[in-house]
């Protein structure tokens, strides 16, 4: 089965677009490590988890790109941690910027080096329309759900595949909803 030019196209840039944000994200990362030690910034300044994810259903040509802070907490509730996610959302021809803060509830399975990751969190994105079509407003809810594993002799490094749901929870009439897929990388500094 041949697929269509567009198809090939839209998937081709969505691919281009996650390996240039992923290797600007760790060159970047790399560059600077001898700055952060000589600036000793506290290690939660510094951006933990790169996310890549691409969206389905009527929002197939959306990619989202975004950097994830960890908020380290005492242990309440079960919550592991609180995290502050900014980036964007773009489509082919423009990009909105997000913001979302909301707890992460992590369980280990298994040898403890596999996980899964539940975050729900309110989000705030700066525009609601993409081309026609309209997400309903600019404040959402943003539930997540990842599957993924440690690596690195400290358990520092983790990839996983993470599935998420934004949308207004019917604050208004409009609401699509937004689903994404694709893939985290973190690191832990410090550790």
Known sequence: MKLPNTFRS???????FSAVMLSYTLGGINAHAKEIDRLSLPMTMLPTEVRVLTGTGEFSDLRMAAF?????LSRRFGIDRFELAS??????????????????????????????????????????????RDLGGNFHFTSSLAFGTTMGAQDNFAVSLRAQHTSNGRIRNDNPGLDLF???????FGQ
């Open 182 to 188: 694709g893939l985290n990388f973190s690191y832990q």
């Open 87 to 132: 980036g964007v959302i773009s489509d082919d021809h423009k990009g909105r910027l997000f913001a979302s803060l909301g707890p992460v509830w992590q369980l280990p399975i298994g040898d403890g080096r596999t996980f899964a990751e539940f975050s729900f969190s309110p989000t705030i994105i700066g525009g609601s329309t993409f081309g026609d």
């Open 68 to 72: 994830a802070y960890r908020i380290p």
């Open 10 to 16: 839209k998937r081709l840039h969505g691919v281009l």
